[in-house]
């Protein structure tokens, strides 16, 4: 069974800091990762997207790398801004059967100190 | 089209009522979502539909839920019966057209309180 963990649950820097995010996954037959943004009360906003044959990608300040070998991915996010603040949430997507869903881990929240 | 669109965005029920939500895909997306999510979770996933059909149920979606899509736009989740442990997040997702099939796309969520 597919589980993801991510770590640490929560976050907290001052401005400017560049971070990262950690993501885990027991199982590495995976289609893609996705990582995903989340505001209080709100819906997801997705943020990248990394196909299992890719190593990295990246948008703006963002960049999120994937070892499917190892298991892991991380969210690299540069010059940290208090409008990054909120809960991060990394999804993978299995290989097999209809791939329609993706298995979600529990979000690191993040807050970025003025 | 700006996105998923989800109606009502709260809904505030007692217990043993029915609820009905609705979800409004981005028009081109042939694929459609359902999750759950409660506090301090991630989404769980309950149904997907790829156009009108069905292809994937969740163990979570009971006999007391069901997901219809009936024209392969639009799509309705219902809960029968609902009990406090329902209370959650109702998310609803689409993906495929340009951006491929398998990027997801959420909207805002339904927020279920059963009291």
């Known amino acids: 069974k597919q589980e993801v963990t991510q770590i640490p649950a929560a976050l907290s820097v001052p401005e400017g800091e560049n971070l990262v995010l950690n993501c885990s996954f027991t199982d590495s037959a995976i289609y893609n990762l996705q990582w995903f943004r989340q505001d209080p009360g709100k819906g997801l906003t997705s943020l990248l997207l990394i196909q299992s044959s890719q190593r990295e990608q990246t948008s703006g300040r963002l960049n999120a790398s994937l070892d499917k070998s190892s298991g892991r991915s991380t969210l690299y996010i540069a010059a940290s801004q208090p409008g990054d603040s909120a809960t991060y949430l990394c999804?993978?997507?299995?290989?097999?059967?209809?791939?329609?869903?993706?298995?979600f881990g529990k979000g690191t929240k993040l807050s970025v100190k003025p | 089209d700006t996105g998923v669109s989800q109606d009502p965005r709260h809904k505030i029920t007692k217990r043993g009522q029915n609820v009905t939500f609705r979800c409004d895909p981005i028009?081109?997306?042939?694929?459609l979502y359902w999750y759950r999510q409660t506090l301090g979770q991630g989404p769980e996933f309950l149904t997907y539909f790829q156009n009108e059909a069905q292809l994937e149920k969740s163990r979570l979606l009971s006999d007391r839920f069901s997901a219809e899509r009936p024209k392969g736009s639009f799509s309705t989740l219902e809960i029968q019966r609902t009990e406090q442990g329902d209370s959650a997040m109702y998310l609803c997702?689409?993906?495929?057209?340009?951006?491929?099939?398998?990027?997801?796309?959420f909207g805002p969520g339904t927020r279920l309180t059963v009291t």
């Open positions: 997702a689409s993906s495929g057209g340009l951006a491929g099939p398998y990027e997801q796309y």
């Open positions: 999804a993978v997507r299995r290989r097999g059967g209809s791939q329609g869903n993706l298995i």
């Open positions: 028009s081109e997306h042939n694929r």
